[in-house]
Each structure stands twice: as structure tokens, then as C-alpha cells.
């Protein structure tokens, strides 16, 4: 109760009352009004009412969601290579991750010319590959899996 600062817990008053006692304030540290207070308590004690919002005519309107060109690539992305080939490392402060390499080259090779989404999207990828970053599908068995166990990325 101590913890709390919200009237709906109690007043003021009775929270500082419940501190004296426990010993957690002491009696020389009480606040200045507490005598007053003490002595000349309200007729009414003070109550919480929480304020009820009040709406008028039509209801508040949700806000849209807000998706940016770059979302689509990179639903694309995970839909098609998943987490990409290794986990993000936090740790450096210039890490880009994958993902984050694919959309740049994406944007690059998209501001370079007028290309289908989906060639455009399978160029990339061999540009990254070109690059040094290779990217592995998913549902596709690594190299030196057997067919017959359940080993899938």
C-alpha cells in the first residue's frame, strides 16, 4: 500500500497514519499538515471516482496501420529465406543484419531500373551471392542431409 501513489488506495492522510505506525516514518519526519489534518478531519472523506470519458457523437477513429515500402520486401524476405543464415548479432553497433542487406540491394537494383518484383527479387538474391552472403530457402535440405530424416531449415 505504501508503494502506491493513486487516491483510489486510500488518502494521503491514512497512508501516512499507516507509515508512522509501521515505523517506516518516523514521528519526528511526519509532514507539517498531519496535525492539522488530524484535528480538523474533512465532514466527507475524499473518494475516488475514476472520470468517466464522455463521447459525443462518433467514436474515436483506430489508428491505420502504417506499412512502408520496405515491410513488403521484407515479408517477402522471411516468407522465402526465413531468419536468414545466421542470428543477429546485438552486440556490435554496425551490425546489418540479412534482411537489412537485402532491402538495400533490392532498393539499389530497383533505382537502377524498371525489372519485374519477383526477377527483381530473385536478382538480389544473386547479387548478395555475388556479394559474399549466401541465402538458403526454406524447406530446402542442407548439403550432407539425408532425404530420410526430418532436417528441414
Known amino acids: 500500500m ?12 491514512t497512508r501516512v497514519r ?10 519526528s519526519d511526519k509532514p507539517i499538515w498531519y496535525d492539522v489534518y488530524k484535528a480538523f ?4 472523506d475524499p473518494l475516488y471516482v475514476k472520470p468517466v470519458a464522455k463521447v459525443y457523437g462518433k467514436k474515436a477513429e483506430a489508428v ?19 531468419t536468414g543464415p545466421k542470428a543477429f548479432d546485438l552486440s556490435k553497433p554496425n551490425f546489418v543484419s540479412a534482411c537489412q542487406r537485402f ?9 537502377q531500373g524498371e525489372l519485374e518484383k519477383e526477377f527483381l527479387f530473385e536478382q538480389t538474391g544473386k547479387a548478395l551471392l555475388a556479394d559474399g552472403l549466401v541465402l538458403r530457402r526454406k524447406g530446402v535440405l542442407r ?10 531449415e
Do not use: H, N
Not at 499507516?18 to 514521528?27: A, E, F, H, N, T
Not at 478531519?41 to 466527507?44: G, I, L, Q, S
Open 2 to 13: 505504501a508503494g502506491s501513489r493513486l487516491e483510489k488506495f486510500g488518502t494521503v492522510f
Open 18 to 27: 499507516d507509515l508512522m505506525r509501521s515505523g517506516v516514518v518516523k514521528q
Open 41 to 44: 478531519p474533512p465532514k466527507k
Open 64 to 82: 491505420p496501420d502504417i506499412f512502408y515500402r520496405e515491410d513488403e520486401i521484407r515479408a517477402r524476405f522471411y516468407e522465402v529465406y526465413g
Open 103 to 111: 532491402v538495400e540491394k533490392y532498393t539499389e537494383l530497383e533505382s
Open 143 to 152: 548439403w550432407g542431409q539425408r532425404p530420410g530424416i526430418q532436417c528441414w
